[in-house]
């Protein structure tokens, strides 16, 4: 079956630019989480929708950085004024529910802000 | 607050031989906890995960882990290792008792097996 995909797959921009990332996740799946992973870490988490609502966005590291999920399914991650620290590979999960369901990843962007 | 402590950044096994690969967790409460694997240039890949109930728990391709309550530990073990099993490991925990619904996930150990 289909699994999180995840679009661009790679996407250089620069600084200061505006940047969209879209997650599309499992059929069905009603919790969708996106996290960070720079080089030589472990994944970090960002924001996490229970349906069409943030349920917690306390990983987003400033309000340059947003995401929406209008119809419970597919997200947007957005990054204004992208800074070059903002380079990293972007991750989305989703899972049934929440707790202990096991999250499927995505691929991922790889973000490159030059 | 929930955190993971992944030990070792690299671990080096022969062919053949049993692998271990070490983490620990540390929660408030009680742990959710999982493993993944990530090949070059791909998503992480769900191996298996703790819940309740039995401390040894089996996942895909021949892995597993044991769960230690007293030493707050979730070592990943493998049996045989074979080369396909070179890849980057992440250990992830959840605490059921709090409110966060995401994991925390290790610094990750890169496994290299030696033909």
């Known amino acids: 079956g289909a699994g999180v995909s995840q679009t661009p797959s790679n996407k250089v921009t620069e600084k200061g630019k505006y940047v969209e990332l879209r997650c599309d996740p499992i059929?069905?799946?009603?919790?969708l989480y996106w996290y960070r992973q720079s080089l030589g870490q472990g994944p970090e988490f960002l924001i996490y929708?229970?349906?069409?609502?943030?349920?917690?966005d306390s990983g987003l590291p400033n309000d340059r950085f947003f995401a929406v999920r209008p119809e419970g399914s597919v997200s947007t991650l957005k990054i204004q004024r992208t800074e070059r620290g903002d380079s990293a590979v972007y991750l989305c999960?989703?899972?049934?529910?929440?707790?202990?369901?096991?999250?499927?990843f995505g691929p991922g962007t790889r973000l490159t802000v030059l | 607050a929930q955190s993971v402590a992944q030990p070792e950044d690299q671990v080096n096994v022969a062919e053949g031989n049993p692998l271990t690969v070490k983490c620990t967790y540390s929660?408030?409460?009680?742990?959710?906890l999982f493993w993944y694997v990530q090949y070059p240039n791909r998503g992480l890949q769900f191996l298996l995960k703790?819940?309740?109930?039995?401390?040894l728990v089996k996942g895909s391709y021949g892995f597993e882990a044991e769960f230690n309550k007293s030493q707050t530990s979730f070592h990943l073990k493998k049996p045989s290792a074979l080369v396909s099993d070179s890849a980057l490991y992440f250990c992830?925990?959840?605490?059921?008792?709090?409110?966060?619904?995401?994991?925390?996930f290790g610094s990750g150990t890169q496994l290299t097996v030696l033909p």
């Open positions: 999960a989703s899972s049934v529910g929440q707790g202990k369901n096991e999250q499927f």
């Open positions: 059929s069905g799946h009603t919790a």
């Open positions: 929708f229970q349906g069409t609502g943030a349920a917690d």
């Open positions: 929660v408030s409460g009680n742990p959710y």
């Open positions: 703790y819940i309740t109930g039995d401390n």
């Open positions: 992830a925990v959840r605490d059921y008792s709090g409110s966060a619904r995401q994991l925390t």
